[in-house]
T-cell receptor, first 111, second 113 residues
């Protein structure tokens, strides 16, 4: 059962621009995580934000969480061609249950 | 180096021929899981294991088996593969269910003809 839904499905921007991806989910959560996947390869964890946090930063990444709207956003600032990848949000529903992934946003950064 | 390894990375097989995809992690993680990734469907969990000898079904367990006899290994078994199991498979491990990041293997691309 997929809980996270990323928006947009695909995004194309110029190098140096900011990229924003959104994730909406349905039930209450313990935490929300963002992962990155280069084409055909394994996913790599980017950042985890807990349900009692509203914003978190890691390098050029900024994640926000609005539990009242059941949504999160991932902002990549000053994008680079190397940021081209698919980005997935994954939610941990409240309770001791496994991570649930969305379908991802495909980001293309054009040099 | 902390890692999750999978073998084989690529496999082409025929319908009905039993196969096993191995998964091993060197981080002493208790929790391991298998996902399949298909275009337009994202990642779907097949099975997961919270510890040795403890396994549970994910969202799409039909046609798959797993075992967890040792903490580091979590093989995925397809007893009678069918073409609808053609997919990209990922093994993942984590220190604790839901509260920690997951580490993913490099993936196994399986084609069943």
């Amino acid at each position: 059962s997929q809980q996270g839904e990323e928006d947009p499905q695909a995004l194309s921007i110029q190098e140096g621009e900011n990229a924003t991806m959104n994730c909406s989910y349905k039930t209450s959560i313990n935490n929300l995580q963002w992962y990155r996947q280069n084409s055909g390869r394994g996913l790599v964890h980017l950042i985890l934000i807990r349900s009692n946090e509203r914003e978190k930063h890691s390098g050029r990444l900024r994640v926000t969480l609005d539990t009242s709207k059941k949504s999160s956003s991932l902002l990549i600032t000053a994008s680079r061609a190397a940021d081209t990848a698919s980005y997935f949000c994954a939610t941990v529903p409240s309770g001791n249950t496994p991570l649930v992934f969305g379908k991802g946003t495909r980001l293309s950064v054009i040099a | 180096e902390a890692q999750v390894t999978q073998n084989p990375r690529y496999l082409i097989t025929v319908t009905g021929k039993k196969l096993t995809v191995t998964c091993s992690q060197n981080m002493n993680h208790e929790y391991m899981s298998w996902y399949r990734q298909d275009p337009g469907l994202g990642l779907r969990q097949i099975y997961y294991s919270m510890n040795v000898e403890v396994t549970d079904k994910g969202d799409v367990p039909e046609g798959y088996k797993v075992s967890r006899k040792e903490k580091r290994n979590f093989p995925l078994i397809l007893e009678s593969p069918s073409p609808n199991q053609t997919s990209l498979y990922f093994c993942a491990s984590t220190q604790g269910i839901g509260t920690y990041e997951q580490y993913f293997g490099p993936g196994t691309r399986l084609t069943v003809t």
